[in-house]
Structure formats: structure tokens, C-alpha cells
């Protein structure tokens, strides 16, 4: 009995697979640890691999299809309506291969590794922003409690901060100096977001369609680096 087409759910550990063959029939309905699927997709024929597009999808997708299979990304939404009944990973692989042989379903396009990266450096340069926005208002609160208005702008924050570590700002308890000091620390990452718009505007230009989008400011570079990984 040779399968054709086979569904593949994902996890950290344990796999579901299940297989059909060309004419409907389940081959089988298995689980598979990590480290058995390379050699599990190594012994079969070329097949048409279903994988839905969730965390990993596109490292396994490169993978399996090195070893001769066509592999195709689902998205989660157009696989569930497939699930006929409950939820567990033998039902979900097996709703995975029915959807991947649907003439009308849309795929994900699998990304190579580098498109991976940059959307990588995307998700870390927005934590960073993120995390330091959040302490340059805390910041400003604190100093607010003792009557220090700060101007708008995380530099201006930032500055004041470094006034009371060098002790030039005299208006404040030395436990709030101290508490200062810590959000100082704490608001390191500033230098690493600028590290990071520095990558931005080294992989923003390999991709053509960066370089028809590209404007000599960073806020173009960042959205030209994701615009292109993202294709």
C-alpha cells in the first residue's frame, strides 16, 4: 500500500502523521518522535506532505522537501473546518491531509532561511522599542511623584536619567536616585535597537523589491527589510 499524500501535525516532541493513498485508503495514523521523522520521510516515495503553517512549519517544510517531497504550508484557519470531530493530533494530522488535497486551498509560501532571520531581527528590534517605551513612562512617572516634568521623547528621559547617575540633579532622594539608576540600567537595549536599524539597512537592499522601496531614512529600511522577507 503506497501513500500519496500525508498530513503532518507539528509539535515540540512528539509527531502525528497520517498517510493516504491515491485512492482515499488510510495507510496509516501514527506518532513519531523528532528525531524518527527524517529518517520516517527518507523511506518513503515522494509524496504530496501537507505541514499547517504554525511555529517550525517552514524549517520542516525545508527539510522534508530536501528529501525529494512537495511540501505544502496551510494556514491554520483553512484546516480547521476539516476537523471533523473533537481535538487531538491523530484528528488534526488527518484534517491536514484531507485539506492539502483541496483544488482551491491557499497556501503558504515556505521562506528560506534568510527571509527567517530578518523577520527574526524584526520581532527583537519591536520587543526592544516596546520594552524600552514602557520604561521611559515608567520613568517619567516616577520623576512626576517629585514634581520633575521630563520633556516628551525617550532621549530627554534618558538624559535626566543619566543626570541623577552622575548626581548633577540634587532634587531627589537618594532611594529614587537609586530607583532611577536601576530603570537606567534596565533601558540598555536602547543602544541594541540602534544596532539593529543598522542591520535593517544591510538586509533591507538584497531583496529588489527593498530597493524600489528604499528611502534613505530608517524608518523605510525597516519597513523595506520586512516588506521583502515577508514576499
Known amino acids: 500500500m503506497q501513500v500519496t499524500t500525508i498530513g503532518l501535525d507539528l509539535a515540540k516532541n512528539v509527531f502525528q502523521v497520517h498517510g493516504v493513498t491515491e485512492g482515499g485508503t488510510v495507510g496509516f495514523n501514527r506518532s513519531l518522535r523528532r528525531g524518527q521523522v527524517h529518517r520516517f520521510f527518507e523511506t518513503l516515495p515522494p509524496c504530496?506532505?501537507?505541514?499547517?503553517?504554525?511555529?517550525?512549519?517552514?524549517?520542516?517544510?525545508?527539510?522534508?522537501?530536501?528529501?525529494?517531497?512537495?511540501?505544502?504550508?496551510?494556514?491554520?484557519?483553512?484546516?480547521?473546518?476539516?476537523?471533523?470531530?473533537?481535538?487531538?493530533?491523530?484528528?488534526d494530522a488527518e484534517a491536514i491531509c484531507e485539506a492539502v488535497t483541496r483544488p482551491s486551498m491557499r497556501f503558504v509560501a515556505v521562506k528560506s532561511p534568510e527571509q527567517q532571520a530578518v523577520l527574526a531581527l524584526h520581532r527583537v528590534r519591536d520587543l526592544i522599542v516596546r520594552q524600552r517605551t514602557q520604561i521611559v513612562n515608567m520613568l517619567r512617572g516616577v520623576?512626576?511623584?517629585?514634581?520633575?516634568?521630563?520633556?516628551?521623547?525617550?532621549?530627554?528621559?534618558?538624559?535626566?536619567?543619566?543626570?541623577?547617575?552622575?548626581?548633577?540633579?540634587?532634587?531627589?532622594?537618594?532611594?529614587?536616585?537609586?530607583?532611577?539608576?536601576?530603570?537606567?540600567?534596565?533601558?540598555?537595549?536602547?543602544?541594541?535597537?540602534?544596532?539593529?536599524?543598522?542591520?535593517?539597512?544591510?538586509?533591507?537592499?538584497r531583496a529588489s523589491i527593498s530597493r524600489r522601496s528604499l528611502m534613505w531614512n530608517s524608518t523605510s529600511r525597516v519597513v523595506g527589510g520586512a516588506f521583502s522577507a515577508l514576499r
Open 143 to 205: 520623576l512626576a511623584e517629585f514634581g520633575i516634568v521630563v520633556r516628551q521623547g525617550a532621549g530627554h528621559a534618558i538624559a535626566f536619567a543619566r543626570q541623577c547617575l552622575e548626581g548633577v540633579e540634587q532634587d531627589l532622594p537618594d532611594l529614587a536616585r537609586d530607583v532611577v539608576t536601576m530603570m537606567v540600567s534596565m533601558n540598555s537595549p536602547s543602544g541594541e535597537s540602534s544596532t539593529l536599524k543598522f542591520r535593517h539597512s544591510r538586509t533591507a537592499p
Open 48 to 91: 504530496l506532505v501537507g505541514i499547517e503553517a504554525c511555529g517550525t512549519s517552514h524549517y520542516w517544510a525545508r527539510e522534508i522537501a530536501q528529501l525529494g517531497h512537495e511540501v505544502r504550508l496551510i494556514p491554520p484557519a483553512y484546516v480547521k473546518p476539516y476537523v471533523k470531530r473533537g481535538k487531538s493530533d491523530a484528528i
